[in-house]
T-cell receptor, first 116, second 114 residues
Framework: GAVVSQHPSWVICKSGTSVKIECRSL??????MFWYRQFPKQSLMLMAT?????????EQGVEKDKFLINHASLTLSTLTVTSAHPEDSSFYIC????????????FGAGTRLSVL | GESVGLHLPTLSVQEGDNSIINCAYS??????FIWYKQESGKGPQFIID?????DKRQGQRVTVLLNKTVKHLSLQIAATQPGDSAVYFC?????????????FGQGTTLQVKP
C-alpha cells in the first residue's frame, strides 16, 4: 500500500476566508494525486486530478479558481478553498495513485471543513 | 453515461453471519474494480480488487465476485464482526483506465448487530 498524510483533519473558518489542505505521500513519490469532495451520506465526487509539475485537471462543474490545486513536489499536493462559503462545507479527501498498482488509489484520512 | 450503483443503501447483519454487498455497473468497458471500506470520519480504505478477466478473487475473510454478463459485482464478508461496520463503496475504472480515475458507487452502509 501507500501511506497518505492529510492535514488538517478538521478546520472551521469564517465565510470569505481561504483554507489550505495538504496531502502528503510519505513512502513514495506520487506523480498523480486526486482530490475528492464528499457530502454527508453521499459518495465520493472527484474534483480534480493533480499532476506533479503541471496544472491540475478539473472535473466538469468544479471551479478551478475557487479550488486551487498545487502539486509542487512529488510528495505534496495542496488544495486551497478560496473565499469559502457555507456551501463549501464538506469532507475533502485526497488520494494518490499506487506506485506499482496504478489502478489502486490510496486515500488520506480526509479534512472536515466547516464554513461559518 | 457511466454509473456505478449499489442495490441496497443499508445492510444489517448479525455478528458472525456472512455479509453480501452488491454493486451494479453500467460501463461494459470497465476492466478493473475495487471495493473500499469507509469508517465514519475517515478516508476510504482499500479492501480488494478484481480485473475483468477474473470471476472471483479471495482475500482474508473477503471474496469479490464479478459477473460480467449482467455487470454485477459483489463483496462477501465471512463471519462479520463489529469492526466491519462501515460504508462500502465499489469503484470501477470506466472509460478512463489510462488516467487512473475511479468512478465510485453510492455506497452501502453495513451495520453489524452484536
Amino acid at each position: 500500500g501507500a501511506v497518505v498524510s492529510q492535514h488538517p483533519s478538521w478546520v472551521i473558518c469564517k465565510s470569505g476566508t481561504s483554507v489550505k489542505i495538504e496531502c502528503r505521500s510519505l513512502d513514495f513519490q506520487a506523480t498523480t494525486m486526486f482530490w475528492y469532495r464528499q457530502f454527508p451520506k453521499q459518495s465520493l465526487m472527484l474534483m480534480a486530478t493533480s499532476n506533479e509539475g503541471s496544472k491540475a485537471t478539473y472535473e466538469q462543474g468544479v471551479e478551478k479558481d475557487k479550488f486551487l490545486i498545487n502539486h509542487a513536489s512529488l510528495t505534496l499536493s495542496t488544495l486551497t478553498v478560496t473565499s469559502a462559503h457555507p456551501e463549501d462545507s464538506s469532507f475533502y479527501i485526497c488520494s494518490l495513485q499506487g506506485q506499482l498498482a496504478k489502478n489502486i488509489q490510496y486515500f488520506g484520512a480526509g479534512t472536515r471543513l466547516s464554513v461559518l | 453515461g457511466e454509473s456505478v450503483g449499489l442495490h441496497l443503501p443499508t445492510l444489517s447483519v448479525q455478528e458472525g453471519d456472512n455479509s453480501i454487498i452488491n454493486c451494479a455497473y453500467s460501463n461494459s468497458a470497465s476492466d478493473y474494480f475495487i471495493w473500499y471500506k469507509q469508517e465514519s470520519g475517515k478516508g476510504p480504505q482499500f479492501i480488494i480488487d478484481i480485473r475483468s478477466n477474473m470471476d472471483k478473487r479471495q482475500g482474508q475473510r473477503v471474496t469479490v465476485l464479478l459477473n460480467k454478463t449482467v455487470k454485477h459485482l459483489s463483496l462477501q464478508i465471512a463471519a462479520t464482526q463489529p469492526g466491519d461496520s462501515a460504508v462500502y463503496f465499489c469503484a470501477e475504472n470506466g472509460l478512463t483506465s489510462n488516467t487512473g480515475k475511479l468512478i465510485f458507487g453510492q455506497g452501502t452502509t453495513l451495520q453489524v448487530k452484536p
